[in-house]
């Protein structure tokens, strides 16, 4: 299975979300960071790029300490095949694959609340004191996962808490065969296959 290069995956974010989309406050949040590549998947069909899902290595700062998280997204789907449930598939995917690595805790996302909710459980629940560098409505911010409450004692991190890139030496562990029997998953639901994403 041949990896999709990062300049179509971008061409693709372009007609999904428009070229001002790095003016957003989730580009701002993962700043000039590289996306996890265990966690990065395209749907081809073909030579056919429909869509494309990456996560991001970010942090959650406060003045005592940083938290490494996950940042879900963007998530792409080519225009004329939204509403085929492609999206979906490639969130559940990069959810079922941060599992496997012990992520699964640590995930976050800005998305529709109602969506997000319904069909993976992300809330806002432990977000109502994160701060982000960029406008955001609070209810579009969400996580999953309980390593923030399990960080915070089963409080909601101090008030003071910000998202952003992570400083150097704050790094997600991720265990040494992490990528193992996930570089290349397949999709028995879809027709089409996951493929990882190039970096860039």
Do not use: K
């Amino acid at each position: 299975m041949n990896a999709v290069p990062h300049a179509e995956v971008e061409t693709l974010l372009d007609r999904a979300f428009g070229q001002d989309r790095h003016g957003r406050t989730a580009y701002m949040i993962r700043g000039d960071g590289i996306a996890i590549q265990a966690l990065s998947f395209a749907a081809v069909s073909g030579d056919v790029l429909l869509g494309s899902i990456q996560c991001w290595p970010i942090a959650l700062m406060t003045a005592q300490a940083a938290l490494p998280l996950v940042m879900v997204g963007p998530v792409a789907v080519a225009p004329g095949h939204q509403g085929d449930g492609i999206g979906r598939a490639l969130v559940a995917r990069a959810l079922e694959v941060a599992a496997t690595g012990d992520l699964g805790d640590a995930l976050m996302l800005i998305g529709d609340p109602d969506y997000y909710g319904r069909f993976f459980g992300f809330s806002a629940e432990r977000t109502a004191a994160w701060r982000a560098p960029g406008p955001v409505e609070r209810h579009r911010l969400l996580a999953l996962g309980g390593r923030t409450r399990r960080r915070w004692n089963a409080r909601p991190a101090p008030r003071r808490s910000r998202l952003t890139t992570p400083q150097r030496g704050l790094t997600l562990r991720l265990p040494r065969d992490f990528t193992r029997g996930h570089a290349h998953p397949t999709s028995r639901s879809c027709l089409w296959t996951p493929s990882p994403i190039l970096p860039r």
